[in-house]
C-alpha cells in the first residue's frame, strides 16, 4: 500500500474522495497518531455540522477499511488512528530525507537528498480536498518543512557553486511569496555569484519598497549587511567549496607578486565579449601558475566550471579536441554538445606546439557561445577572438638595495622553494644580497629560480652563485637567433644537467622517451643498461630534473626539462633504439592488460592503463611515422577494449584505421585482428556499413588461417553488424559459427561471449524466453570463464527483457547490479544504458516523474558519449517517452526532463538506484 498526501490524495490501491477523502487525508497528516472524533468533526464540517454527522463519520471509517483493509484504520479511545509505515507514506519519507540533509556533511549529497524529498511533492498538500488546511497545525508544519527544505537545497546548491541554474527558481520563490526574508536574500546571493550584481542591488531595493508599502518596515539586518557586501564586492560572499574544485591541480607554489596581471585577467574573463584569453611569455615565466589561480577563482562563474587540459605532452594537433574531450570526461564525438550546454572555462596550457589546431578553436567558440578559453602559450594565436595578457618576470631587487629583499617576489619564491628542499635554510643579512643577485641573474625567471633554489640542499647561496655564473653564458650572450625559451631555460637547464654524474646524465636523456611519464618497472625496461636504479632515480629527483608521484611512484619531467632531454638523446645517438624499446614495453604492457580487463583486476588495470596514455599515443605515432604496421597493429588491438570501455571511440577507431592504412605486409592474423577490434568501435558509432566491410575482411583474411578463436572473434563481430543491421535470423546462424569455433579452440571466453550475443538476438526478434534463458546462462558462463564483461552486458540485456515481460521488481534488481559493476570499472556505456532501462521501468509502474528524469538524463550522456541506439533500444525508449508524454502536461514533462538532462552521470545513476515504493515493495 502506498500513500500520498504531498499534493492530490493518490492510494496506490483503492480510492477515496469528497468528504471520506478528506477523512482520509486529516488521518494522514497524523500518521500512526489518534485523532479525536470531535477534531475530525469540525475539520469535516465546521460551524455546518449536520445533526447526522457522528453517523457519517462513523459510515466514511466504515468505507475505508472496506478499502484499505480492517488493521489499516483502528478505533482507539481518544478517536481514530490510521497505521502507515515510513515506506507507505510520503510525508513520512519526506521527513526522513530532510533530516538525513540536515545530518549530511557532504553537500554534494546533502543537495541530491533534499532534492529526492522535494520531489515527493506533486502539487499543494491534499488538494482538491474540502478541507481548510490552513486550521490543520500539521498541514501548517508541512509546508513549512517543505519552503525550509526548498531554501536549504537552493543554499547548498549556491555552495556548490550552481548559482546560474538557482536564479531562476528563487525568482519563482520570491514571486510567490514575495514577503520572505531569507528567499530574497538567497536571490540576491545567486545572482551576485552569478556575476549580476547590479541586479542583486536592484532586488534589495524592490524587497525595501514592498515591505515599507505592504507592513511600514525596513529589510532585516541580515539582508541591510548583504547589501553592504555586496557593495564593496566582499571576497566572503563567494562560495567557500566549488563542486568542480577537485578537478583543478594544487598549484604547487604561492603566487607571488602577481597582483597586477591576475586582476587584469580576471577582468578580462569577465567580461561578456572576451572568450579567448592568451596568456604570453617566455618558457618557465610563470603562465600555468597564473592560469590555476585564475581557475580557481572563476570556477563557479560558468555552468560547466574550470578545468585544466594539460597539453604538453600531446604532440598531434588533432588530438587538441580528444584531450579536451578526455579532461571534460566525454566522447571526442560529442565534445561541442557538452561545452554548449554546460559552458566551462577551459584552460588549455602548453599550446605553443600545437600551434595547427589553433583555428579549431575559434569554430569550437563559434560552436559553444558560452564557452571562454584561457591559453597558455609562448607564441599568440592569431586569432581574431583572441585577447592577449603578457606576464612578465617577477620584480626582481634593485641592484645596490642593501635593505631586506625578503618581500621582493622573486626572493621570496627562491626562500619559499629553498626551504622546501632544505628546512635549514634561512635569509639573514649574509645570503640575502647574493640571492637578490641570484634571482637577477637568472631574470626573475620562476622556473629558474626554483631550480636554483632546490640546490641549496647541496650548496649554500655564494657557491650556488658562483656556479650559476660560469653556467649561465648563454643567458647572457646567447645567440640572437635563438628562440626566447632556448636564451633562457636552455641555461638553467645546462647548469643542473652539469651538476649530474655521467650515468645521471644518460638516463635523464633516456627518460625523455616517456610522454607522461613511467612507472620504475617501465624505466627499468626501456632504458636498460642498469641505469634506472633506485639510486640514480633519488639523485634525480634530489636534483630537480624529475618528479616523483603517487604512493607507487610515476617518474616525470617539466615539459622544458623533457624537452632538454629529447635534444640530448638526439644527440646521443640512442634515440631510435629507445623509441622502438619504448614501443615493444606498451605493446607487450597493452597486451597483457587486454585479457585482465575482462577479470577482476578490470579496475586495476583500467586505472594503470589510463595512465599511460600519452605514452601508448607517443608509441602509436612513432610506429606510424616509421611505417612500423606490424606493431602499430598489435598495439592498437590490444588497446581496442580499454577505448571502448572508457569510451574512448572516436580516438580508438582513428588509430586502428590509420594502423591498417600502413604500407606493408602484416601477418594476416594481426591484421584480421585489428580489422575485427576497429568494426566494433564503428559499430559503437553507429557506423554499420563501415563495421561490415572491416570485419568481412577480416573474416576472408582467416579463411585460410588455422586459428579458430580468431575467426570465431571475426564472425561472432559480423554477427553483431549482421543484427544491428536488422537481420537477426542471419546474426543467429553466424553465432553458431562462431560458437563452434571457439569450442574448438576451447576457449570459455569466447562461448561465453557468444550465448551472450545469441540472447540479444533473441531479445531483438521478441522471444523473450530464449533471450532471458540465454542471457542468464551468459551470465553464468561470462562469470565462471571470468569474463566479467560478459557477465555485465548480459545481466544489463537481462534486465531489459525483464523489463519486456513486465518484471520490474527482477529488473531493477539486475539493474542495481548492473551499476555497481559498471561503477566500479567506470563502463559508461553501461551505466547509460542501465538509466534507460531505469526509466522504462518507471514509465511502465506509472512513476513518470521519474521516468521523465531518467530518461532525459539517459539522452543527453549517451550523446555525450557518442553511442547510437540500436533499433531494439530505440524501441523501447520511444514507447516509455510515449507513456509519459500521455500522462504528464507538456510544461511539466518539459520541465522534468530538463532536470534530468542537467544531471551529472554519477547523479542520474543515484537517482535511478534511489528505492521508490513501487521498485521496492516485496
Known amino acids: ?127 482538491g480536498l474540502p478541507l481548510d488546511l490552513a486550521a490543520q497545525p500539521e498541514a501548517v508544519r508541512l509546508d513549512n518543512l517543505r519552503r525550509e527544505a526548498l531554501e536549504l537545497r537552493l543554499e547548498v546548491d549556491l555552495d556548490l557553486g550552481r548559482h546560474a541554474h538557482a536564479v531562476a527558481e528563487l525568482e519563482a520563490l520570491v514571486a510567490r511569496e514575495p514577503l520572505r526574508e531569507r528567499s530574497r536574500e538567497l536571490l540576491m546571493l545567486a545572482l551576485y555569484r552569478a556575476g549580476r550584481q547590479a541586479d542583486a542591488l536592484a532586488e534589495y531595493r524592490r524587497f525595501r519598497t514592498v515591505l515599507a508599502g505592504e507592513i511600514g518596515i525596513e529589510p532585516g539586518p541580515e539582508l541591510r549587511r548583504l547589501e553592504q557586501a555586496i557593495l564593496r564586492q566582499d571576497p566572503a560572499l563567494m562560495p567557500a567549496r566549488r563542486a568542480s574544485a577537485a578537478r583543478l591541480p594544487a598549484p604547487p607554489t604561492p603566487l607571488l607578486g602577481r597582483e597586477r596581471e591576475l586582476e587584469r585577467a580576471l577582468r578580462l574573463l569577465r567580461r561578456g565579449d572576451v572568450r579567448l584569453l592568451t596568456l604570453t611569455g617566455t618558457g618557465g615565466i610563470g603562465k600555468t601558475r597564473l592560469a590555476l589561480e585564475l581557475a580557481g577563482r572563476l570556477d563557479g562563474d560558468l555552468p560547466g566550471g574550470a578545468h585544466v587540459v594539460p597539453l604538453a605532452s600531446v604532440a598531434d594537433p588533432r588530438l587538441v579536441h580528444a584531450t579536451m574531450a578526455q579532461t571534460l570526461g566525454v566522447p571526442a564525438s560529442a565534445l561541442v554538445r557538452h561545452l554548449a550546454d554546460r559552458p566551462p572555462l577551459l584552460v588549455l596550457d602548453n599550446f605553443e606546439h600545437l600551434l595547427p589546431a589553433a583555428p579549431a578553436l575559434a569554430e569550437l567558440l563559434a560552436e559553444a557561445p558560452g564557452l571562454k578559453l584561457l591559453v597558455t602559450s609562448t607564441a599568440v594565436l592569431r586569432l581574431y577572438e583572441e585577447h592577449e595578457l603578457e606576464v612578465p618576470p617577477l620584480a626582481l631587487p634593485e641592484p645596490g638595495d642593501d635593505g631586506d629583499p625578503g618581500g621582493v617576489p622573486s626572493v621570496a619564491l627562491f626562500v619559499h622553494r629553498a626551504r622546501a628542499a632544505n628546512n635549514a635554510f634561512a635569509l639573514d643579512a649574509e645570503s640575502a644580497p647574493v640571492v637578490a643577485e641570484i634571482c637577477r641573474r637568472v631574470d626573475g625567471l620562476p622556473l629558474a629560480i626554483e631550480l636554483a633554489a632546490a640546490r641549496t640542499k647541496l650548496l649554500p647561496p655564494r657557491a650556488l652563485l658562483e656556479r650559476l655564473g660560469r653556467s649561465l653564458e648563454l643567458l647572457a650572450g646567447g645567440a640572437r637567433d635563438l628562440p626566447p625559451r632556448q636564451r633562457t631555460l636552455r641555461a638553467t637547464i645546462d647548469w643542473s644537467h652539469d651538476l649530474l654524474e655521467p650515468d645521471e646524465q644518460r638516463l635523464f636523456a633516456r627518460l625523455a622517451v616517456f610522454a607522461g611519464g613511467c612507472t620504475l618497472e617501465a624505466a627499468e625496461a626501456v632504458c636498460g643498461d642498469g641505469l634506472p636504479s633506485l639510486e640514480i632515480l633519488a639523485s634525480l629527483i634530489d636534483k630537480s630534473m624529475l618528479r616523483s608521484l603517487g604512493d607507487e611512484p610515476r617518474f616525470s619531467m617539466l615539459e622544458t626539462q623533457r624537452e632538454y632531454a629529447l635534444e640530448r638523446l638526439e644527440g646521443s645517438g640512442e634515440a631510435a633504439s629507445m623509441r622502438r624499446r619504448h614501443l615493444d614495453w606498451f605493446t607487450a604492457l597493452a597486451e597483457s592488460g587486454e585479457p585482465e580487463l575482462l577479470g577482476d583486476g578490470r579496475r586495476e588495470w583500467l586505472e594503470l592503463l589510463e595512465a599511460d596514455k600519452d605514452n601508448f599515443r607517443a608509441a602509436l605515432a612513432y610506429a606510424l611515422a616509421t611505417d612500423a604496421a606490424t606493431p602499430a597493429l598489435r598495439l592498437a588491438a590490444a588497446l581496442m577494449r580499454f577505448w571502448d570501455i572508457r569510451g574512448y571511440f572516436v580516438e580508438g577507431r582513428r588509430w586502428l584505421l590509420d594502423a591498417l592504412a600502413l604500407p606493408g605486409g602484416p601477418p594476416p592474423h594481426v591484421r584480421g585482428r585489428a580489422l575485427a577490434q576497429a568494426a566494433v568501435l564503428s559499430l559503437r558509432q553507429g557506423l554499420h556499413a563501415e563495421a561490415r566491410a572491416l570485419v568481412e575482411e577480416a573474416v576472408a583474411l582467416f579463411g585460410d588461417e588455422p586459428s579458430f578463436e580468431e575467426l570465431a572473434t571475426a564472425t561472432l563481430v559480423l554477427g553483431q553488424a549482421t543484427l544491428l543491421e536488422g537481420d537477426p535470423d542471419e546474426a543467429l546462424a553466424l553465432y553458431e559459427r562462431a560458437a563452434a569455433g571457439y569450442r574448438a579452440a576451447g576457449s570459455r571466453v569466447g562461448v561465453a561471449q557468444t550465448v551472450g550475443n545469441v540472447g540479444y538476438a533473441h531479445l531483438v526478434r521478441g522471444d523473450l524466453e530464449g533471450a532471458e534463458a540465454s542471457l542468464a546462462e551468459a551470465v553464468v558462463r561470462g562469470t565462471e570463464a571470468g569474463d566479467r564483461h560478459t557477465a555485465l552486458t548480459s545481466l544489463l540485456n537481462l534486465a531489459f527483457t525483464l523489463v519486456a515481460q513486465g518484471k520490474h521488481h527482477e529488473a531493477s534488481a539486475r539493474l542495481a547490479q548492473c551499476f555497481a559493476i559498471g561503477r566500479e570499472v567506470d563502463h559508461k556505456k553501461v551505466l547509460v544504458e542501465g538509466i534507460e532501462a531505469s526509466g522504462a521501468v518507471a514509465a511502465q509502474q506509472g512513476l513518470y516523474r521519474r521516468a521523465a528524469r531518467l530518461l532525459g538524463a539517459a539522452e543527453t550522456h549517451r550523446a555525450l558519449l557518442g553511442s547510437t541506439p540500436d533499433a531494439f533500444e530505440l524501441g523501447n525508449i520511444e514507447r516509455a517517452r510515449a507513456l509519459v508524454a500521455e500522462a504528464l502536461e507538456p510544461e511539466t514533462l518539459a520541465a522534468v526532463r530538463a532536470e534530468g538532462r542537467r544531471l551529472e552521470l554519477e547523479e542520474a545513476v543515484d537517482h535511478a538506484l534511489r528505492p521508490s515504493a513501487a521498485t521496492s515493495a516485496p
Open 1 to 127: 500500500m502506498e500513500f500520498r498526501v504531498l499534493g492530490p490524495l493518490e492510494l496506490r490501491r483503492g480510492r477515496a474522495a469528497g468528504k471520506q477523502g478528506a477523512l482520509l487525508g486529516l488521518l494522514l497528516l497524523h500518521p500512526n497518531r489518534a485523532v479525536g472524533a470531535e477534531r475530525l468533526l469540525d475539520a469535516l464540517w465546521g460551524g455546518d455540522r449536520p445533526r447526522s454527522a457522528a453517523n457519517l463519520l462513523q459510515g466514511y471509517v466504515s468505507q475505508l477499511r472496506k478499502t484499505l483493509g480492517p488493521e489499516r484504520i483502528r478505533t482507539v479511545a481518544a478517536g481514530y488512528l490510521v497505521s502507515v509505515t515510513e515506506d507507505e507514506l510520503d510525508s513520512l519519507r519526506f521527513a526522513r530525507l530532510l533530516d538525513a540533509a540536515r545530518e549530511a556533511s557532504d553537500p554534494v549529497r546533502t543537495s541530491a537528498l533534499l532534492t529526492e524529498a522535494l520531489e515527493l511533492w506533486r502539487g499543494e498538500l491534499l488538494e
